[in-house]
């Protein structure tokens, strides 16, 4: 499974919110043969239309998506040069299939700032410098290898090219996603920088309704997506009963918690959607790669799915919710047979056939 690498500096809130986010943890509750280290935090990715499917179908339990956090120990300035936990740090960011900086961005005079100072935009430059020079270093000792090998095999010259054009951006700075260089050619060398970014702000709850500095620190990192939490505020979240948690977040002119706006936006920057599945038993979110086709989406419930593939009938879940029952929607023509070649949209509620 794809997962989130949870990185920033020390004191930012960063184990606050993980601790949060496992709190929130469906693993037990859906996934109970699963073992899962210590570091890693699975989070149901909420979505509202599996109650109304659950309704529809008289579905005994609702089984949303997960997205998976795994808490990076703190970066520190030098860890590029294998300073303090450096090198293991690296060495679990690289495994990471994005990147999610927590940025402190709250004022609490009792919590010490590393730096002696709370200014998040050089806090992103001491993180993004870090990973910047550990890219270089693995550019410039990779660089030597691929040119020779491009002497031979013609495929790697366009390597070369891409592995040389993010050696330049590195040098003056950037980081590779933020250039919008595509990552593909780079990926053998698992460069840090050319994962997909996300930020999580930390800040003071009164600050999260204050738009003008929401935006401030939205433009920081623009590109790259941000959400804006308390983190604080979110360990108390998931300790309430939901009806008082809602009443804690709109009185804070807040529609939905962080970290169920973490759980979306870890989920959209891995490039994921889901389908859906209902039945007497279960209501539920499957995970595949945006762009997957019909057979891929099978394969995700069973291998065998995939290989024994006949047809997929679907139907929108507006047009279902519509109908009222899958029966009327079929009447109504809204249930569609799709083939093998059929790629998947997001909302699709779906019954394989295939062979065994
Ligand atoms: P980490 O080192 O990044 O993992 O940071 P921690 O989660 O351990 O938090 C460091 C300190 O900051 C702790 O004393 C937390 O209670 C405090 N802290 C974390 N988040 C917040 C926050 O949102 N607001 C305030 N005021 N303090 C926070």
Not at 220 to 240: C, G, H, Q, R, Y
Request: charged residues 25%.
């Amino acid at each position: 499974a794809l997962t989130i690498g949870i990185v920033g500096l020390p004191n930012v809130g960063k184990s606050t919110l993980f601790n949060a986010l496992t709190r929130n943890d469906v693993l037990a509750a859906n996934y109970p043969f699963a073992t899962i280290e210590p570091n890693v935090g699975v989070v149901g990715v909420p979505d509202p239309r599996l109650t109304v499917l659950a309704g529809i179908f008289s579905s005994a339990k609702v089984v949303p998506a997960t997205v998976s956090f795994v808490d990076i120990a703190g970066i520190v300035r030098g860890a590029s040069e294998g300073q303090g936990l450096g090198n293991k740090f690296l060495a679990n960011i690289r495994e990471a299939d994005a990147i999610c900086q927590v940025i402190r961005a709250f004022t609490d005079p009792d919590v010490v700032h590393v730096d002696g100072k709370v200014s998040p935009a050089d806090d992103i430059e001491t993180i993004n410098t870090e990973l910047i020079l550990a890219d270089l270093d693995t550019v410039e000792k990779a660089l030597p290898r691929l040119q020779k090998e491009a002497r031979i095999q013609k495929d790697k010259v366009s390597v070369v090219a891409a592995v040389e054009a993010a050696q330049k951006v590195l040098e003056e700075g950037r980081t590779v996603f933020a250039a919008g260089l595509d990552p593909e050619p780079l990926r053998e060398l698992h460069l840090m920088t050319a994962k997909p970014f996300l930020y999580v702000f930390n800040v003071d709850p009164g600050e999260l309704a204050n738009a003008d500095f929401i935006t401030s620190l939205r433009d920081l990192v623009a590109p790259a997506d941000a959400v804006f939490l308390d983190a604080k505020t979110e360990s108390e979240l998931v300790e309430l009963e939901p009806e008082e948690a809602l009443e804690l977040l709109q009185s804070m002119g807040v529609e939905e918690s962080g970290l169920d706006q973490l759980a979306h936006l870890g989920f959209d920057t891995l490039g994921l959607q889901t389908y859906l599945t209902a039945g007497p038993k279960e209501a539920r979110a499957w995970t595949i790669r945006r762009g997957a086709t019909a057979p891929q989406a099978a394969g995700v419930i069973h291998t065998d799915f995939e290989r024994g593939f006949i047809k997929a009938e679907v139907v929108s879940y507006a047009d279902l919710v519509d109908a009222g029952s899958m029966a009327e929607a079929k009447s109504r023509g809204r249930v569609r047979i799709e083939g093998k070649d059929y790629v998947m949209a997001d909302g699709d509620v779906v019954e394989f056939r295939f062979n065994v």
